[in-house]
DNA sequence: TTGTACGCGTTATCAC
DNA sequence: GTGATAACGCGTACAA
């Protein structure tokens, strides 16, 4: 258990601690021979440079942290993947942590990566977080904050994003075009911004389109399968169906699916479905459900490439917003039958 | 970005560094009024002491860390809220990293958390992990280790698993018990201790009950939807169709079912189907997949606990293998249609 | 080319 | 009850 430290390899070699860092680092002069015989008795004794040590010294420490709310869902993990795809080449270190959708373990997370000294962190909110004051600290002291997927409004930084309103928009519009009149809405959580906005494109669908919007239609959820199973259950129990639904992701859409299911009701014959934020549960479930698939990989690069950038700029930067594309993947789940 | 520390705190009230660092760890004497100054001071500017220093110092660091192969099934993320609900209770923070099945990624995350100290480790070997002697090291030093699903029997710690042969052998014998007669299994790859368990457990079951079992109805897959897919298609082209399947894992019984199903096949008409490791999938997907649930959280938290007891031993303990309970989930995809 | 000595932020041990 | 100081392991300016 016991670490082995430059002293030991120093005294080993009679020779002092510096000979023993110069060879590691290799900057400064130091004559080949002693560095090869360094390294390899290094080795051979089983000495690495102490990274804690390091970081303490000098007050960074390679590492990147990543706060996501859950990753039960594949969004997240895939995205982290992309994440790592950039940063693991450039020498980073990637540490995970899940907030659980609580902002206060998301607050202790960030202190306990801030205090690992890492060097940036990628973060996407949770559902509770509301209070934002911390990461404006963070931000104007100069810390490297990347936000992606659930950002905040009131964050003057990197951000990575797809463009909510426009496909929210388009998924209403293809419910439309597939003839349907009786749309409802299942809203997420009204404190998260891309709620806020996936709503805005579906009532501007229908403003286009000339079509009423009524309060009634537009309904809170939160953001799992069991939300979407209440609120269905519900409309059920009170015979108020739509023809159609969108909702603002896919496990609220699943949920409803289920709940549909279980009473009886035909997908799409009775109640056609659009999710959002394709998981890889929409092609595979019965029927296959319609969705905005989000560029998983590019948006966890994207967010890892810009923070990055910020971390070498040195605090000289512009903060950026990259909306990335996303794609209507259209499945049975909406099609009109005549 | 500059961190107030200590010294800054004690600039300010006048006093020495070790009287602040006193009224922080509160064991040894101190006036409750210094103590109460200085704690609410330290609260205003912002101080909190930075465990970087105290990890250097204390070599340890109230982390644990935690590596698994992947996180785009739900299994992993499942087991590591389990963890977390056990371990931040008891005031560690939770280091998360992924190998993406690779064992060099796992080494390499193996040392950047033993580099920063953490006091113990929970991992999930990779799919490529054949080399153990880096932990077999870990563990002769006394380091706190336990593994969980992917474990080696090389290794003598503590693991955490549930009786692959045994639910292996009840789910194939539930196909059994179905009337099938011509029954393959999906193995994974050989190199993982449960592959040759599931493996097992389905020879075994034919073996009770007198039915023959052929070297060419156990087809190796590895682990992810796209080997099942790629498996399945052979078998339809070579037109070497069983009667059902048992498949090593969810993934690769539903890379099966795509398969069947896009080539217009009956599920399980034609051929019956049984998956293992219980994903969110198998009750959505259609039609319903049979499984063999594993208690994730469960895992997750006596793999957390076991952690934490051997930490708190100080070296002395017994490497205890607990078994946990699995639960065979029969749905459609296994019936015997008359 | 190599060695000495300081500092990173703490805590613990010793004086006072 | 409080202050000074060594140590944790390392990198580096400076001296040799």
């Not at 080449?89 to 607050?107: A, D, R, W």
């Not at 479930?285 to 950038?309: K, M, N, W, Y």
Request: glycine share 6%; aromatic share 8%; hydrophobic share 40%.
């Amino acid at each position: 258990m016991k670490h082995i430290t430059i002293k030991d390899v120093a005294k080993k070699l009679n020779c002092s601690v510096s000979t023993i860092s110069r060879a590691f680092n290799d900057k400064y002069d130091i004559r080949k021979e002693t560095r090869d015989l360094i390294l390899s008795t290094a080795k051979e004794m089983g000495y690495s440079p102490n990274p804690i040590a390091k970081s303490l010294l000098k007050q960074c420490s390679n590492q990147i942290g990543v706060i996501v709310p859950e990753f039960t869902n594949s969004f997240f993990p895939e995205a982290i993947i992309g994440m790592q795809e950039v940063l693991l080449k450039k020498g980073y270190q990637v540490l995970i942590m899940q907030s659980n959708e609580s902002c206060v373990t998301e607050l202790e997370n960030v202190k306990t990566l801030e205090n690992n000294m890492v060097d940036g962190m990628i973060i996407s909110l949770s559902l509770e977080t509301k209070n934002v004051e911390y990461y404006k600290n963070l931000i104007s002291q100069g810390f490297p904050l990347v936000i992606f997927n659930r950002v905040s409004d009131e964050l003057n930084t990197h951000k990575v994003l797809i463009d909510d309103y426009k496909w929210a928009f388009f998924a209403t519009e293809h419910l439309i075009y597939q003839g349907y009149k009786k749309i409802f809405h299942f809203t997420g959580p009204s404190g998260l911004a891309f709620s806020q906005k996936r709503k805005s494109g579906f009532i501007d669908a229908h403003r286009k389109h000339r079509l009423p919007v009524d309060e009634s239609s537009i309904i809170e959820t939160s953001l799992m399968i069991g939300d979407g199973e209440r609120v269905m259950e519900k409309l059920i129990n009170t015979g108020n169906l739509p023809d159609a639904i969108f909702a603002v992701n896919d496990p609220t859409a699943i949920g409803a699916m289920k709940m549909l299911k279980k009473y009886g009701y035909k997908i799409p014959g009775d109640v056609a479905i659009v999710g959002f934020t394709e998981s890889k549960l929409a092609e595979l479930i019965d029927p296959p459900l319609t969705s905005v698939a989000q560029p998983t990989h590019e948006i966890g690069r994207t967010a890892a490439l810009l923070l990055l950038e910020e971390i070498e700029s040195k605090g000289i930067f512009v903060p950026q917003t990259v909306i990335l594309n996303g794609r209507l993947n259209v499945r049975e789940s909406s099609m009109k039958l005549k």
